[in-house]
């Protein structure tokens, strides 16, 4: 395939089909068809957008997952770059936007290629014996970054691939640990560790066909390659990581350390931190690096600020340390004095901008989830989806005007589908705090009419339904079979704050049910067109949990329960669970310490008041709440002769990833919703 940027309207994406005379309700096939957009590149000049496009086949019949390219300059559709066979993922710009770098499996692993956009086709950087996990490439362009699962200790990538032979050759099949944590999320942990390695492209476009390991000394996994940066002057990297140790499953003490790209000493850049520090980043003059940080040892969910340190001076500062909200990411502005920020903020995922001098905030944007923030020029690129829209990609002037969608990539998608409207509402709950929550109307709504509840409980803990849009809790799913949708954001939910996050942690069964109880007190007062004598919750993992402490605390609240992965017996969780800093934070240390929470708050210490019909879901891969929760609650059930029914799905894991399971997820969902409601 060959062709040049002038040449590229050849190459454009077919036309799509006609859309159907009327719209219909949202179903779990249309969630399985819509496209998506994975990943987004800008060039340095704000010329061009790049995103990798995963097609799910609802017009044309293509599930494909290919590059486009947008030219932001021109007012022209954005144009297919790749048409192989192989999906590509983690797309960057080379830093002179002529060419972009990807990920794919093309030559039969992953591997790192390069597309010219001056013409020609993609030609393969890397010819590793092992697969490239994620890549980094330098601003001179002499360099890359490189993730690669191998063998700690070995000095060679030829010695993993030995171990990895070797160990076919196994008779017996024995997994045997000295340490935690022995599986983590949907896989027992091998002996093969994410580290980060190092390599010089290759000139006269020949392949690169080794890399040195910078930390092959330690047994331990860099935090991910977005986690990774290299230094200005390109002969350092920079990146987050778990010193190595036998107490990885139950601290959270990640560090930035500093290496050379000639190997050597690691330099612990945030050794006086015993938290959480994620996601060095430089600016473009190479004056700041900044970072992210939390403060209290062991908590996942405490508030990420915004370290910023001064390459020159050394010195060390929080930017914005009024800013009550956590920063999920973050890129400088042109001016290399701003930093845009998202953050999680009353429902959204917004966009702020903060001054490196001053630390003043500002809101650029707050409509929707943002993210997969890009900054470049004089513009900022997102993308963004909220409860009656996939993501797109948007762009934005820094001062906040100027909103422009570059990206339609479902419109023919939502031709087909009618939403129910939604709105944020506000209660007093616990503590006569300010609790808010959202509400989605059935697709068809008539205000004559009384419509059944889906009252939604979301997971995290410390999490939100907010104004979003995603396959595995879609609220417009519910909308679409007639139900009013309910999702309180209750004490210990994210964006309203730090304490209001932090109220949840030993406090696992009190505020939250407080909440969950006035809101849905609240919500059929202000709404007279919910029945709620007809009225169903349903959540997953701490969601889930919420059912079973509801069954035992709330027993005569709603005619039926779902419950997806929930913890039920809290003691035994404990010793079965992987990231043992989640428990030990929030329930008061290891189950057998004196005063923790594992039995007061404790589902199955209630379990003989349970009498309300429940669902109980669970995948037998889920290693962070193990089935036997799921199966715990079952046989309680069953027991006590209460109406239920168990659904496992034995290759998912804490979520439901395959699309065919999804399907008959939500069609075992409604069918309880709809025994119990209708």
Known sequence: MKYSLMLLSALAAAPLAAPLAAKAPLTVEHLNQFNKINAISLSNDGRYLAYVQSNGGFTPADTSTDIYLKDLRADTPALRLTQSAASERALAFSSDGQALYFLADRSGSSQLWRLPLTGGEALQVTDLPLPVEGFKVAADGKSLALSLAVLPGCATLQC?????????????SALVYDSLMVRHWDHWRTPYRSQLHIATVAENNGMVTDAKNLISDWDTDIAGIDQVAFTPDNQHLVFSAKAPANDQAWHTNYDIFQVSVNGGEKVNLTADNKAWDAKPKFSADGRFMAYLAMSKPGAEADRFGLMLLDMVTGQRKELAADFDRSVSDYQFGSDNRTIYVTAQDLGQYSIFAINTSFGDVRKVYGNGYAGNLQVASDKLVFTNHRLDMPAEVFQISPDGSQLT????????????????????????????ATVYGYLVKPWNFEASKKYPMAFLVHGGPQGSFGNMFNERWNAQMYAAKGYAVVMVDFHGSTGYGQAFTDSISRDWGGKPLEDLKKGFEYIVKAQPWIDGDRACALGASYGGYMMNWIAGNWPTGFNCLVNHAGLYDMPSFYGSTEELWFPEYDLGGPAWQEGSDYNKFNPAAHADKWQTPMLVIHGLKDYRVPYAQGLGAFTNLQRKGIDSRLVIFPDENHWILNKDNRVRWYNEVFAWLEKYTK
């Open 160 to 172: 993993t691939v030995d171990a990895k032979a070797a160990e076919k050759e196994r008779k017996d």
């Open 405 to 432: 969608q570059l990206t339609d990539v479902n419109a023919k998608w939502r031709e087909q589908v009618q939403f129910g409207d939604y709105e944020q509402f506000s209660f007093k709950g616990a503590n006569d």
